[in-house]
C-alpha cells in the first residue's frame, strides 16, 4: 500500500472514561500530502494526533507508519524520528537558552556528531528566516518567531512526517502568518507529510486535504473547497465557513458565481481579483 500513515479502524476511549474519544476511525495520507484535522473542541483532534506520532498505541484498530506498526514496540524509536511535532504554546516548547541551542536540542539526543550538528543547525535556522537569531533567548522572541523555532527545531531531525497541533492559535495575525508561510513552503519544496491540526478553516483552506471530526468520529473528508463549502455539515459540527467561502457564498446567493471566473480560490487576493474580474464581465 502507497502512503505514510494508515488508520484502520481505530477506537478509543481514555480509562475509565465509558466514552468513545474516537470511534471507527480509518484514513490514508499519501506521502507529501498536507492535511488539516478539523473539528469543534473535545471532537479527538489532540487525541488522534498522538496515535499518528506512537504516542498512544491502539487496543481496538491499528495505526501503521511508513510501514511500521506502532502496536510492535521495536517498530518506537524509528517512528519518534520519523514523525515530528509542534504544539500549540511556543512558551512549553522552548527548552534553551538561545535559539540555536534550541534547534540543536533534539539533535544532542538523537547523537548526531557535532559538526554535521552544527551545519544542520545552520542551514534550518536558515530556511526558517531566523538567521541573526542564533544567539537570542527564545523568550524575547515574538511569538511567530518563538514557533518559528519550534518548527525549525522539528524540522532539523529531517521528519517525514509533521504534526502540528493548533501551533498558530496562540498567536497573532503576523505570527500566524510567519508560520503558515514556513509551511506552505515546506509542501511546495520538500516531500514531508504534513498533518494540522487547527481551528482556523481560513488555514485549513490552504491545504490539499481537510478532514473533519466531530465527536471522534470522521464526517468529512476531501478538497478543502468542497469540504469547507458544505454548509450543513459545518453547522453540523459547530464549524463556520472560512472567510473567503463566506464571501462567495453571499455573492453567489445575490446571482454573481466567483467559481466561474476562478475556480481555485483560496487567498483573499485570488477572491479580490475575481471580484474584479466578474465585476468587468458585467
Ligand atoms: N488524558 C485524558 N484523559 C481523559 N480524557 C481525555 C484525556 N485527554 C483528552 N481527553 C478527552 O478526550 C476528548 C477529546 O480530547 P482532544 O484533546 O483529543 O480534543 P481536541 O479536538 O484536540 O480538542 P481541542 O480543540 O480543545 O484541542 C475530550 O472529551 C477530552 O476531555
Ligand atoms: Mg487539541
Redesign the pocket.
Known amino acids: 500500500m502507497q502512503g505514510t500513515i494508515h488508520v484502520d479502524s481505530l477506537t478509543f476511549q481514555?480509562?475509565?472514561?465509558g466514552?468513545n474519544?474516537l470511534t471507527d476511525i480509518s484514513l490514508s495520507l499519501r506521502a507529501g500530502e498536507w492535511v488539516s484535522i478539523v473539528?469543534?473542541?473535545?471532537?479527538?483532534?489532540?487525541?488522534?494526533?498522538?496515535f499518528l506520532n506512537g504516542l498512544l498505541i491502539p487496543v481496538t484498530g491499528d495505526v501503521t507508519i511508513l510501514g511500521m506498526n506502532t502496536k510492535d514496540f521495536n517498530n518506537q524509536p524509528l517512528i519518534r524520528k520519523k514523525v515530528s511535532m509542534v504544539f500549540?504554546n511556543p512558551d512549553n516548547q522552548l527548552v534553551a537558552p538561545t535559539v540555536a541551542d534550541d534547534v540543536a536540542f533534539g539533535l544532542e539526543n538523537a547523537g548526531v556528531p557535532f559538526k554535521e550538528m552544527q551545519a544542520r543547525v545552520r542551514n534550518t535556522i536558515h530556511t526558517l528566516g531566523l538567521s541573526g537569531l542564533e544567539n537570542s533567548e527564545p523568550s524575547r522572541l515574538s511569538g511567530g518567531q518563538k514557533q518559528r523555532v519550534a518548527l525549525a527545531g522539528a524540522l532539523v531531525l529531517q521528519p517525514e512526517i509533521l504534526i502540528l497541533?493548533?501551533a498558530t492559535s496562540m498567536l497573532d495575525p503576523i505570527g500566524k502568518k510567519e508560520v503558515m508561510d514556513q509551511v506552505q513552503r515546506l509542501r511546495r519544496e520538500t516531500e514531508l507529510t504534513i498533518v494540522m491540526?487547527t481551528?482556523d478553516l481560513n488555514e485549513a483552506l490552504m491545504s490539499d486535504r481537510v478532514i473533519v471530526?466531530k465527536e471522534?468520529r470522521i464526517v468529512g473528508d476531501g478538497p478543502p473547497l468542497e469540504v469547507l463549502s458544505h454548509s450543513e455539515m459545518l453547522a453540523d459540527t459547530n464549524l463556520i465557513h472560512p472567510f473567503i467561502i463566506e464571501i462567495m457564498e453571499g455573492l453567489k446567493g445575490k446571482g454573481y458565481d466567483l467559481r466561474e471566473v476562478n475556480n481555485t480560490i483560496i487567498t483573499e487576493q485570488e477572491l479580490v481579483d475575481a471580484i474584479w474580474k466578474l465585476k468587468q464581465m458585467m
Not at 39 to 46: A, D, F, L, M
Open positions: 481514555f480509562q475509565g472514561n466514552e474519544v473539528g469543534h473542541n473535545g471532537s479527538g483532534k489532540s487525541t488522534l494526533a498522538k500549540q497541533d493548533e491540526i481551528h471530526l471522534g
